[in-house]
């Protein structure tokens, strides 16, 4: 069979998403390892055997509703291309609003203490890192094989300014900070979202933290508060509907010039608070 007549067949199995084409093309560089543009020049090459079996068999794991990141094993985030696996949540453009907001607060030269909690594929970490290198970052992560993704993102980007440690939230982690950042569990267990898309095969511990979607952010502010410097700030990631409740929660353990901020489909997205100098 020819480039042609693979993606021809693969994108009637997609159908009817609209994005059936592009990602018969993207399966087919990975199977390939090739670029879009090697397919475009070469439509009648005739596929060896064997990549044509590996890329029936990605198409096959596309047609049950894996996600491209975990079929590809990477993900571009920031300006950063990492490594993912079903071990971390799948980093999304919109949380790229939270490191661009936790910039805004750290001065580009200064050596701030930076920490990012539940790090996952250590996305933020990184990216936050990678802009501010005068900077220490410390990232925790619950989960182990969670862990050794970030660790491995963080060597094969070169990042040398991170630590990460294995525990909840703050608990691992040694002295203050002036910027703590976190885009924890939010979404809760019966929300329907959970049944649906790229979320049936992420870790269940990434993207919930039980019955009301609340649990990780209250006990997130709560520590914070005693953790930050004089003037520290702490950033959240939250659902859409939930900005209301982020923000009382904020309020009620201390902080002060509290705001949300929207992402770029309008959403209510990242909720910050200061504590007072």
Known sequence: ????????????????????????????????????SFL????????????????????????????????????????LELKVNPA????????ELLVELALEKIPPDCAYRIADL????????????????????????????AL???????????????????GSWLEPLPGNFHVIVSNPPYVAMEDPHMLRGDCRFEPVMALSPGSNGLEAIHQICKAASTRLLPGGCLLLEHGSGQAEAVRQ???LAGFQS????????????????????
Not at 3 to 31: G, K, T, V, Y
Not at 41 to 68: M, Q, S, T, W
Not at 90 to 95: D, F, G, L, S, V
Not at 258 to 277: C, E, N, Y
Request: glycine residues 6%.
């Open 1 to 36: 069979m020819t480039i042609r007549s693979l993606l021809r067949c693969a994108q009637d199995r997609l159908a009817p998403d609209p994005l059936a084409r592009l990602e018969s093309e993207i399966l087919l560089c990975h199977a390939l390892e090739v670029s879009r």
């Open 258 to 277: 509290i705001l949300t901020r929207t992402d770029l489909a309008g959403l209510d997205r990242v909720s910050m608070g200061q504590i007072g100098k």
């Open 40 to 79: 475009f020049a070469n439509p009648d090459l005739e596929v060896p055997i064997k990549r044509r079996n590996d890329f029936e068999a990605i198409v096959r794991r596309r047609c049950h509703g894996e996600p491209i990141a975990y079929l590809l094993g990477n993900r571009s985030f920031w300006s």
């Open 88 to 95: 971390v949540l799948i980093p999304r453009p919109e949380t």
């Open 249 to 251: 929660e904020l309020g």
């Open 118 to 145: 539940g790090t996952g594929s250590g996305a933020i970490a990184l990216a936050i890192a990678k802009e501010r290198p005068a900077c220490e970052v410390l990232a925790t992560e619950l989960s182990e094989a």
């Open 148 to 166: 050794q993704v970030a660790r491995e993102n963080s060597q094969q980007l070169g990042v040398s300014n991170v630590c990460f440690y294995q």
